[in-house]
């Protein structure tokens, strides 16, 4: 009965270097979504994957920002070349079908000095 | 693009009382869903109560429920008897049906409950 998970819960990282960001969705769960929470932009959605189909990307705040879900579970966000402007809290969210409630994870804080 | 307002950064209200949170949306959609989610301060965003645009029926969850005014494009949030544990950051989101099912989210409006 595990809920959505998210690793590492915090990350401080230097500006220009790439970070992975990691989330276990709840089983079974076919939707999977990332959001970023920064205190100027609010909640903001960035990708959306639902099972097999191509994946959502057009929240997406660069090219910088990539995403991808390994046998429709697990999905990495990875953020290359960081810069201070993405500072921010990245939420990851799964749902068992795409107009379901969305189950939030606790979130990975993620600071860039 | 769909836009959500909550024009009230900062509520407070004292425990056992009544309070009422705004949002206001704008869209050209005629079939979406609606939601409230509360975030404490553990981060862990929880969904509050859900409402389906196509009915008339305001939602209601125990001591939350809703007040949809779909002509007006207001959807707001109505907590009953207080209680200390539902001090937090209160989002408000819009869903597009039938295409993507990303939440648009409003800024937030932080809800303290005193003693």
């Known amino acids: 009965g595990a809920g959505v998970s998210q690793s590492p819960s915090n990350k401080v990282t230097e500006k220009g270097k790439d970070v992975e960001l990691r989330c276990d969705p709840i089983s079974g769960h076919t939707a999977l979504y990332w959001y970023r929470q920064s205190l100027g932009q609010g909640l903001e959605f960035l990708i959306y994957?639902?099972?097999?189909?191509?994946?959502?990307k057009s929240g997406l705040p660069s090219d910088r920002f990539s995403a991808e879900r390994t046998g429709g579970s697990v999905s990495t966000l990875t953020i290359q070349r960081t810069q201070q402007e993405d500072s921010a809290v990245y939420l990851c969210?799964?749902?068992?079908?795409?107009?379901?409630?969305?189950?939030f994870g606790p979130g990975t804080r993620l600071t860039v000095l | 693009a769909q836009t959500v307002t909550q024009s009230q950064p900062e509520m407070s209200v004292q425990e056992a009382e009544t309070v009422t949170l705004s949002c206001t949306y704008d869209t050209s959609e005629n079939n979406y869903y609606l939601f409230w989610y509360k975030q404490p301060p553990s981060r862990q965003m929880i969904l509050v109560i859900r409402?389906?645009?196509?009915?008339?029926q305001n939602a209601t969850e125990n001591r939350f429920s809703v007040n949809f005014q779909k002509a007006a494009k207001s959807f707001s949030l109505k907590i009953s008897d207080s209680q200390l544990g539902d001090t937090a950051m209160y989002f408000c989101?819009?869903?597009?049906?039938?295409?993507?099912?990303?939440?648009?989210f409003g800024k937030g409006t932080s809800l303290l409950v005193t003693p």
């Open positions: 969210a799964s749902s068992s079908q795409g107009w379901n409630e969305q189950f």
């Open positions: 989101a819009f869903m597009k049906m039938n295409s993507g099912y990303a939440l648009n």
């Open positions: 409402q389906e645009a196509y009915k008339q």
């Open positions: 994957f639902q099972g097999n189909s191509a994946p959502d």
